[in-house]
């Protein structure tokens, strides 16, 4: 993927590397994985679903974990290796715009 992704876009593709999750469980893991300072609006998930789902990171995934105790509504997603591919490049990319701005700064982030 040659263009950058956004934060939001960025912490659902780390949400899908762990497992595949259905939408809530990946608002719930967006939340933890970002301390509470990222909370993904209904329409802002659905909507970077859509956009990821179109660009061929993630895919949907067909096969229920638990068939007989889920909701048969839900729809699961799961991470491509072009999405694996994507995540690791950007996060080398804010790596490189994280170091930059410390040496800047003088400071280190804590």
Same mark, same amino acid.
């Given at each position: 993927?040659?263009?950058?992704?956004?934060?939001?876009?960025?912490?659902?593709?780390?949400?899908?590397?762990?497992?595949?999750?259905?939408?809530?469980?990946?608002?719930?893991?967006?939340?933890?994985?970002? %301390?509470?300072?990222? #909370?993904?609006? &209904?329409?802002? +998930?659905? *909507? !970077?679903?859509?956009? =990821?789902?179109?660009?061929?990171?993630?895919?949907?995934?067909?096969?229920?974990?638990?068939?007989?105790?889920?909701?048969?509504?839900?729809?699961?997603?799961?991470?491509? %290796?072009?999405?694996? #591919?994507?995540? &690791?490049?950007? +996060?080398? *990319? !804010?790596?490189?715009? =994280?170091?930059?701005?410390?040496?800047?700064?003088?400071?280190?982030?804590?």
């Amino acid at each position: 993927m040659g263009r950058r992704t956004t934060h939001d876009a960025l912490l659902i593709l780390a949400s899908l590397s762990d497992e595949a999750r259905h939408g809530y469980a990946i608002k719930k893991d967006v939340a933890a994985r970002a %301390a509470g300072d990222v #909370r993904l609006g &209904s329409t802002t +998930l659905y *909507r !970077l679903l859509g956009q =990821l789902l179109d660009q061929g990171l993630i895919e949907e995934q067909h096969a229920r974990p638990s068939p007989a105790l889920d909701d048969e509504r839900r729809r699961y997603y799961r991470v491509t %290796a072009a999405g694996r #591919r994507a995540l &690791s490049a950007e +996060l080398r *990319r !804010l790596e490189r715009v =994280l170091t930059a701005a410390q040496s800047a700064g003088g400071t280190r982030a804590r």
